[in-house]
């Protein structure tokens, strides 16, 4: 794992979101960018250190969308 895998991870699910034009759910983020738990925190962490991200609690997930 080094930052370059990170930033590519990011990448993947700032286009996820992009192309949802919605909130999604961790869980559903994950499969629609085949990432695994530990790249997902880091792509998520990478993107909202950026400002990027909107989080949103919900029952028993987080919804993520783009700001």
């Known amino acids: 794992m080094n930052a370059e895998n990170i930033?590519?991870?990011?990448?993947?699910?700032w286009n996820a979101l992009n192309d949802a034009q919605k909130a999604l759910p961790t869980k559903e983020l994950r499969k629609a960018t085949k990432l695994k738990v530990n790249e997902m925190h880091c792509a998520l962490g990478w993107l909202a250190k950026e400002g990027k991200l909107n989080f949103e609690e919900c029952k028993?997930?987080?919804?993520?969308?783009l700001r």
Do not use: F, P, R
């Not at 930033?7 to 699910?13: P, Y």
């Open 7 to 13: 930033g590519t991870w990011a990448g993947l699910v």
């Open 60 to 65: 028993d997930d987080i919804k993520v969308s």
